[in-house]
């Protein structure tokens, strides 16, 4: 009784924080609807039909993609080997001081978004894919070092601690005790980072950042609504088919 | 053991076809190089140098003058407030969606087994319709709705109404069909409406998880909606945009640490929420 008691006033507290939001932002939703602005509404949306497929702009929407899967690409494969050797540091392999230290950096690279990342990058690299690459990157080393420092400190120790008391060095121990035990795990969650960054690299051009995103952003600001239109369903595409694939994949794999 | 075997013992076998390996994914990635323009130098030429240098100078400290910490406020409850009405919106597209689009309420197959032909011809749109939605990120529909609605919060509540009811429709649909379908059966063959059974079969067992997913998705909301000021919805990301165009060091590095708080506070929400209701 106590329980749906409170349970009903958690209840009630949602509710009113929903109707406090949208007093708050005052959203003008009759207006919204009001005839005139329906018809202007209709229009814009009426102009993105039929989408642009002249052969020309259609070689430059497939440039646009393969450039953001290049972005998504490279980001990633930096984030990994900068994520690679971060986690050594995070797992505590150097001392207890490196490892509090590099914590605290993963975690600042990680909760920073990556939008945040491509426009301080577009400052320090210029427009172009080379500023959506680095975003990529800084933000999803952030992510993977922590994953691989995760897997570092949960594989077992033996095999390594095996090949320190039969003699070996320190490197070798880790590159044949270790690595083999952590790496189908490191690849798995590289791999479905990829996945999510070919998602953000598609979008990262919003802020200059190349790829589909900027096209899109410069075709609406443009007015080329039908151009538009094709850049989304390129997008819209290009998610399904990795979706698609990474299913696939996943259940080939197990 | 004599020393000649111990010598060979320290080659490794398979060390050829791994240096291979790397070998080709390099060819792989050099055109993924071209294409993405990598030039590390550019980041250390002189301009661009000084440009960052000085953006980096100016963010420390943190700007704190009342004047922008009011600022910062009114935009830390927008954002807040953008994610929990488009949720609400979207809550009232995804819960009739979802309905339509799971197979647990279908009447025809309680006797043949699988659903009629005219129950999968509505019901396939619908999934189609899902899947778009959800499909499109929630950015380009804020960057559409900002051209068409104009700049400000409305863009950002319309843009995560539509993606959201596009994931939260289709979780909810499998929810439903993930529980113990008895009841629902049961309920359905006895003569109750499709809606009734739904309410006393399917939702008793399901609320705990819908709820959980739901409070998972208005955290991701805020995130979201952060982000989305960046094409001009209104909000923190708003500022953060603004305020870089400007060069404020010291705002930006506010913005972002308020950012943080807020995802943290966002995070904390929704855990205490579930222990409460889920």
């Not at chain 1, 020309?56 to 972005?71: D, F, N, R, V, Y």
């Not at chain 1, 949960?154 to 083999?180: D, K």
């Not at chain 2, 409850?77 to 919106?89: H, K, Q, V």
């Not at chain 2, 319709?129 to 051209?147: G, Q």
Request: overall charge positive; glycine content about 8%; hydrophobic content about 55%.
């Amino acid at each position: 009784m106590k329980q749906s008691l409170s349970a009903a006033l958690w209840l009630l507290a949602i509710v009113a924080a929903v109707v406090a939001s949208f007093a708050y932002l005052q959203l003008d939703f009759a207006s919204l609807f009001s005839t005139d602005s329906r018809a202007q509404m209709l229009d814009y949306a009426g102009s993105f039909f039929p989408p642009n497929t002249s052969a020309g702009w259609l070689s430059k929407l497939w440039q646009g993609t393969l450039e953001t899967l290049a972005i998504s690409a490279i980001g990633t494969l930096l984030a990994a080997f900068f994520g690679a050797l971060f986690s050594l540091l995070a797992a505590g392999r150097l001392g207890n001081m490196a490892k509090a230290l590099c914590r605290l950096l993963l975690n600042a690279l990680r909760s920073v978004p990556e939008l945040v990342w491509a426009a301080l990058m577009v400052l320090a690299a210029g427009l172009g894919p080379f500023a959506g690459t680095l975003a990529i990157a800084l933000h999803t080393t952030g992510v993977l070092g922590r994953l691989f420092a995760e897997a570092l400190e949960n594989t077992p120790p033996e095999p390594a601690n095996a090949l320190r008391a039969a003699g070996a060095s320190a490197t070798t121990a880790f590159l044949y005790g270790t690595l083999p035990g952590v790496i189908p795990q490191w690849l798995a969650y590289t791999l479905y980072r990829w996945e999510n960054n070919i998602r953000m690299a598609a979008v990262l051009g919003f802020v200059g950042a190349g790829g589909l995103g900027q096209m899109l952003h410069v075709t609406l600001s443009l007015f080329q609504q039908s151009k538009a239109m094709s850049v989304i369903l390129a997008m819209l595409a290009m998610v399904l088919l990795v979706d698609a694939l990474s299913g696939w994949l996943r259940a080939r794999l197990g | 053991m004599p020393v000649t075997a111990t010598r060979a013992h320290w080659h490794d076998p398979a060390a050829t076809p791994r240096a291979l390996l790397t070998l080709a994914l390099l060819l792989v990635l050099w055109p993924g190089l071209q294409l993405t323009e990598f030039r590390p130098q550019i980041l250390f030429n002189a301009q661009n140098r000084e440009v960052m240098g000085r953006f980096l100078a100016g963010f420390w400290p943190p700007d704190t003058s009342a004047e922008f910490l009011l600022m910062l406020g009114r935009a830390t409850l927008e954002t807040l407030a953008m994610a929990t009405a488009g949720l609400a919106l979207a809550l009232l597209l995804a819960i009739p969606l979802s309905l339509i689009a799971t197979r647990t309420l279908s009447i025809s197959a309680l006797f043949s087994g699988r659903p009629s032909r005219t129950g999968r011809l509505l019901r396939y749109p619908v999934r189609f319709v899902l899947i778009v939605l959800r499909s499109i990120p929630e950015i380009v529909w804020a960057l559409l709705f900002v051209r068409a609605v104009g700049l400000g919060p409305t863009a950002g509540v319309l843009a995560i109404a539509i993606t959201y009811s596009g994931m939260l429709g289709k979780v909810y649909a499998e929810i439903y069909e993930s529980v113990d379908p008895q009841p629902a059966r049961a309920l359905l063959q006895s003569g109750s409406s499709r809606l009734a059974a739904f309410l006393y079969g399917v939702l008793p067992n399901a609320a705990q998880e819908l709820t959980s997913y739901t409070l998972y998705r208005w955290e991701c909301a805020v995130r979201a909606s952060v982000i989305m000021g960046f094409v001009g919805a209104g909000g923190l990301g708003q500022m953060i945009d603004l305020s870089m165009r400007m060069f404020a060091g010291g705002e930006v590095v506010s913005i972002l640490l308020t950012f943080l708080l807020l995802v943290l506070l966002a995070d904390q929400i929704s855990q205490q929420l579930r222990k409460r209701l889920a």
